[in-house]
């Protein structure tokens, strides 16, 4: 067993001496002995306006040098609940979707059989798939709680089927989610086709979407999610971009008219008693950031979700 490893205070070693990992967490070459394991995914040739996800792992590992382990409003340490290493990144080979999609489903298979949670930073959206895939295959069938602008339900994007806008269509064709047990949160913006929500709902999956969660308390989103997954085995997936681009400009694809960062940071604490199986934060892409603002967004997103671990296992729930 190992022991639980706090990061360096800021007060002894400053935040910008470090290695890189994220939250200055120890590397580790595999997730044995592990509650969860970080890994990067910087593969971002699938996205169809800016590209530069690539760069997101890192951007997002340099800011989160800033996090401390106590989340006060959760009321735990996650550093005294879990045990966590970075892993550092999938061998991903850009252009090349199904041989990076093999790579992620290796990386995030092998901390699986080890038992610990991926924690996976974008790359495009695309690669969530790759998750998917490794995490039905341990778990089975997977509610998704997908936090979007985009609902990336597309069948096709300039005729091809594999993009950053088609990955949870692929995924309920290969039987990885059930999408009557999934819920897509926050789209909006302009469409080429009205019907796109229609068409989703088709498909079965509900949406909730932004001009309606505008209207919704945090704590009604939660109830709305806990309602349609259950005690069923999540994976969260989250597009930085539904997050409003003022709060996180440095992305492929903003739309406007999205949430504050305390907003969003409220929404994740709503789902502290869901069945996590996975979680990914993509689509950072730092050459479009400013004052790494986006980046910062992401680090706290994940530092909001390894809280959600920590409280569970403190709780005796995990
Ligand atoms: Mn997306
Ligand atoms: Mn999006």
Known sequence: MKTNTQPPSASASPRFCNMGNFMRLPHAESAENLDFAIIGIPFDTAASFRAGARFGPNGVRNISAMIKPNNVAMGVNIMDSLHGADLGDVPVIPDYIHETYAAIEASVG?????GAVPIAIGGDHSVTLGELRAAAKKHGKLSLVHFDSHLDLCDTVFGQKYNHGTPFRRAMEEGLIDPEHSIQIGMRGSLYDPDDFKIAADLGFKVIPGDMLHKMTAEELGAAVKERVGDRKVFLTFDIDFVDPAYAPGTGTPEIGGFTSFETLCYVR????????????????????????????????????????AYQKKNGKR
Do not use: W
């Open 110 to 114: 092998s901390v699986l059989d080890c």
């Open 270 to 309: 709503e789902l502290k008693d869901l069945n996590f199986v996975g979680f990914d934060v993509v689509e950072v892409a730092p050459p479009y950031d400013h004052s790494e603002i986006t980046s910062y967004m992401a680090a706290n997103l994940i530092f909001e979700f390894m809280s959600v671990l």
